[in-house]
């Protein structure tokens, strides 16, 4: 309805746009406190004046301008437009709105405030306006417009006493009035924050009310303190009380007070006029929020050792980089740990074992959360998804030592040097009197010596330093089995041949001989790619230090990996059942500290090879039960 370029409706004192209808209140706004319902035109009179368009287009119009009816809450009181551009009919429903919402430069709200807080209907004796209600209100309405729409009042055929308060107010307002925006009768607010199931909420409330005057309900969750205990009671302006739900959903919070909705609030919603309260009310104002509650994640570990070390206990933290801080638990030789207050779903986190002295640590698999192996070989990286459960199951192998010892009959050179060898590759070149360490891993083990021409090899004797079990044998080779976090000293005494051993003993000692060997650098091999959830037996950790058990005698150790060719990686048969079962069920251990991979299944009776790789060398040997 255009005459040039628009056509003014006078009837309603605002203009309306072709095509403008009412909108359904948005989900978002209906949670305003307060909500003003358009009840029709008041004091007003007809003026002429110019309309400038967001194209800089100025357009000469006529219109009704005056105060707007209305109720607050159902409460009678009176409004101003702020909202050249949309229409508005009797009966429309609006929600409080903040200043920001409005496309207001910024500023000129501050001033439409100010004549509102100074002119009709305030009537402020310091700052009178001449003639009737209606003049009076149509000048107020004018001069709004003209700081909210670019709105000028013509100079010609207007009531000149309406022109005057016009002119007079606009002379009147201050270049910068930076009242500030009047706050919400009744309004809640929390953290801009997703929440996890059995998460506590904080939720502060602003209000105009005085004193503890506010009513709080909470529905499907429960309103409780700070730390979780049940809270109830009223509270005030600034006030903070708090809400939790045990599970996944949405929790909605309501409030009620006796409050006043204040001069300068302003109620809006898309495609329809937008109005300004003129004159503050006393309302029983209500306000809700709704708190969505996802349900939150778990993160399990379960932990299994292999060791003589029973009280051992292992450290494990939990952690999303640049996120949350790590949050570390302790688990026994053999248990469950797990994290469910601290995992937020869709959150990337990574679950490391801590280096335990003594151990190695050897991640198998995860059960959930996309889990990808570390490339540091101590943990995963997962993504727990909302609800899930992510259990990672973790070994730890206490190592088994070897100790070789070389002792000759008396009266024989003291000079010459014995080579040895363990079957998983690792070496040593020993005088009479010296000794050295092997770490190795569990299973059937084969020390060698090599022969020496000139001499005889008398006897050989291996002792279990923990049970006092003891193998012998008369040619080079000596096999026994080694457990987890055993210790065998293996003792070969030779004489040049044609000597006797009648004065030379091959009982077990490690405290007076001394050592002159080194430990040879070990070489590591490579991993391969690792699937999301199972860790292939070719897999090889980085090395780290373990403790010498004797003092004065060092170690060395072997890099070793799975060399099964029996049965292809990742399955073993197992032992009455045509089932096959994982690796990561029968013991797969991925080793640290001496750079090795170790699978222990006690229901098996398929025993891998192990093939050591360092020094340029590869020996394998087929292990035997």
């Not at 778990?298 to 494990?316: H, I, L, Y």
Request: hydrophobic share 35%; net charge neutral; charged share 15%.
């Amino acid at each position: 309805m255009r005459r040039s370029a628009l056509r003014i409706m006078a009837g309603i004192g605002v203009l309306v746009a072709l095509g403008s209808a009412y909108l359904a209140i948005s989900q978002e706004d209906a949670q305003a406190s307060s909500v003003m319902t358009f009840t029709g035109l008041g004091q007003h009179a007809t003026v002429r004046g110019t309309y400038t368009d967001g194209a800089g287009t100025a357009h000469p119009v006529t219109v009704s301008a005056g105060e707007m009816l209305a109720t607050v809450d159902g409460v009678p009181t009176q409004g101003y437009c702020i909202d050249f551009t949309h229409g508005i009919s009797g009966g429309a429903t609006l929600p409080e709105a903040d200043w920001a919402q409005m496309p207001v430069p910024p500023g000129r709200i501050d001033s439409i405030a100010w004549v509102l807080n100074h002119y009709y209907p305030a009537n402020d004796p310091a700052f009178p306006l001449q003639g009737t209600n209606a003049q009076k209100a149509a000048s107020v309405q004018t001069a709004i417009w003209h700081f909210s729409d670019g709105f000028d009042l013509g100079t010609s055929n207007n009531d000149p006493v309406i022109l005057a308060n016009y002119k007079a107010i606009l002379d009147a307002v201050p270049l910068t009035p930076e009242l500030g925006e009047p706050i919400t009768s009744l309004k809640l607010q929390t953290p801009d924050a997703s929440h996890l199931a059995g998460d506590i909420v904080p939720v502060t409330v602003r209000t105009t009310g005085v004193g503890k005057i506010v009513n709080v309900l909470v529905t499907n969750g429960e309103r409780v303190d700070d730390k979780g205990a049940p809270a109830q009671g009223p509270v005030g302006d600034g006030d903070t009380f708090y809400v939790r739900r045990t599970e996944g959903g949405t929790a909605t919070v309501a409030v009620d007070a006796r409050a006043a909705v204040q001069a300068g609030r302003i109620f809006r919603v898309a495609g329809i006029q937008a109005q300004i309260l003129a004159r503050t009310v006393t309302v029983d104002a209500k306000a809700s929020l709704n708190l969505d509650y996802k349900a939150s994640a778990s993160v399990r570990v379960v932990k299994k050792s292999f060791g003589t070390q029973k009280d051992a206990k292992f450290t494990f933290s939990l952690e999303a980089p640049g996120v949350q801080a790590p949050v570390e638990r302790v688990v026994n030789y053999e248990g469950t740990v797990e994290w469910n207050q601290d995992v937020r779903p869709g959150t990337t986190y990574e679950l490391k074992e801590k280096s335990t002295d003594g151990w190695w640590v050897a991640p198998q698999s995860c059960d959930g959360g996309d889990a990808q192996l570390l490339p540091s070989k101590d943990g995963f990286r997962i993504t727990p998804k909302a609800g899930q459960v992510v259990t990672c199951t973790f070994h730890n192998v206490q190592p088994p030592k070897v100790l070789v010892e070389k002792r000759v009959t008396d009266g024989s050179p003291k000079d010459t040097a014995f080579s040895f060898g363990l079957d998983d590759g690792q070496t040593a070149t020993l005088k009479p009197g010296e000794q050295q360490w092997w770490v190795t891993t569990p299973g059937a083990k084969t020390v060698t010596e090599t022969v020496t021409e000139g001499w005889t090899l008398f006897d050989v004797t291996c002792t279990n330093l923990t049970t006092n079990q003891q193998v012998k044998a008369t040619s080079p080779s000596v096999q026994f089995q080694l457990d987890p976090g055993t210790k065998w000293h293996c003792i070969f005494v030779n004489g040049v041949a044609g000597t006797t051993t009648t004065s030379t003993s091959s009982t077990s000692t490690t405290s007076t001989i001394a050592t002159t060997t080194t430990v040879p650098p070990t070489t590591t091999v490579p991993p391969t790619t690792v699937a999301p959830t199972t860790i292939p037996p070719t897999t090889v950790l980085p090395t780290t230090t373990v403790p010498t058990q004797v003092e004065g005698v060092k170690e060395t150790r072997g890099t070793v990996v799975v060399n099964d060719t029996a049965n292809p990686p990742g399955r073993l048969a197992r032992t009455g059942s045509n089932r096959t079962m994982s690796l990561a069920g029968i013991g797969l251990g991925l080793v640290l500290s001496g750079g090795a991979l170790w699978f222990l299944s006690r229901s098996t009776t398929v025993t891998p090879s192990f093939v050591y790789v360092g020094d340029k060398r590869m020996r394998r040997r087929r292990g035997r039960k």
